[in-house]
């Protein structure tokens, strides 16, 4: 499985952006998507993610970014996408996506719960 991310950028505090990632080389719709990132001096930590289409595509968020951020897929594209409003300095990160096929619910916020990974995209917020 290969996951490609674009969509990064610098943006002004209040701005919007939209995080994209492309999946190919394996059954996009059977997969738990995730996006986490990680800070400078800061450990990776979990974003959003939405559960497989076969799973009842349940989405979930970190307390952080609820009712900012926005993950939805396109399984005709193999596309999972991250929908980012009001941005925050504290949001400066790299963004990385990632993919699993055997996540259960109650794991779906764990790094180590995913298989593979994207490269990561940087996001930078100013204030």
């Known amino acids: 499985v290969q996951l490609q991310a674009c969509g990064g950028g610098s943006v002004q505090a209040g701005g919007s952006l939209r995080l994209s990632c492309v999946v190919s080389?394996?059954?996009?719709?059977?997969?738990?998507m995730g996006w986490f990132r990680q800070a400078p001096g800061k450990e990776r930590e979990f974003v959003a993610a939405?559960?497989?289409?076969?799973?009842?595509?349940?989405?979930y968020y970190a307390d952080s970014v609820k009712g900012r951020f926005t993950i939805s897929r396109d399984n005709a594209k193999s596309t999972v996408y991250l929908q980012m409003n009001s941005l925050k300095p504290g949001d400066t990160a790299v963004y990385s996506c990632?993919?699993?096929?055997?996540?259960?619910?109650?794991?779906?916020?764990?790094?180590?719960?995913?298989?593979?990974w994207g490269q990561g995209t940087q996001v930078t917020v100013s204030s």
């Open positions: 990632a993919a699993g096929a055997r996540i259960i619910a109650s794991t779906t916020i764990y790094s180590t719960s995913y298989d593979d």
């Open positions: 080389g394996s059954t996009f719709r059977h997969y738990t």
């Open positions: 939405i559960r497989s289409s076969i799973g009842g595509g349940a989405t």
